[in-house]
């Protein structure tokens, strides 16, 4: 079971990194230009729920495989 919540918790920081990376990289892409703030929020919020799913896959593997 311990092993479960290290996989929960490493996929958890794993997604918080990845949404993190994103988020920075569309501010800085919105800044630089901003005349595509509206394709570049679109293309940051699917990856973002991407990423959100492969994590609540890992996480629910984690505690399946315990």
Sequence with gaps: MVLAGIGAGL??????????KIGGSAVEGIARQ????SKIQTAMIIAAALIEGVALFAVVVAFIAK
């Design 34 to 37: 901003p005349e595509v703030a």
């Design 11 to 20: 996929a958890a920081i794993g997604a918080g990194i990845g949404i993190g």
